[in-house]
Nanobody, 127 residues
């Protein structure tokens, strides 16, 4: 199971970025995929999750801090999960990671149950 996050960069407050989480060697639609972030000096926090579309209902979860600004989606043809981030704020600055529990047909698991992680991609929101 290999995940690769990409799409980070420097953006001004109020701007947008789209992060991608691509999979190698397995079909993303079979698994719940979560997005996490870790800011300097802070603990890692869960941002969003999309449950499996095959075996579960594809439902999504967003942390309160990003509701109304971020959207998670899946493109099965590209075997990729996206995190669309709009109206970005300086406090969104962090390294963002995607992860999965690797369990077929899973709904979004508790934060501590993610076993497979991609490398992070840095998002910096600054003027």
């Amino acid at each position: 199971v290999q995940l690769q996050a990409s799409g980070g960069g420097l953006v001004q407050p109020g701007g947008s970025l789209r992060l991608s989480c691509a999979a190698s060697g397995f079909t993303l639609d079979y698994y719940a995929i979560g997005w996490f972030r870790q800011a300097p000096g802070k603990e890692r926090e869960g941002v969003s999750c999309i449950s499996s579309g095959d075996g579960s209902d594809g439902s999504t979860y967003l942390a309160d801090s990003v509701k109304g600004r971020f959207t998670i989606s899946r493109d099965n043809a590209k075997n990729t999960v996206y995190l669309q981030m709009n109206s970005l704020k300086p406090e969104d600055t962090a390294v963002y990671y995607c992860a999965t529990d690797g369990k077929y047909g899973s709904s979004c698991p508790p934060v501590g149950k993610y076993d497979y992680w991609g490398q992070g991609t840095l998002v910096t929101v600054s003027s």
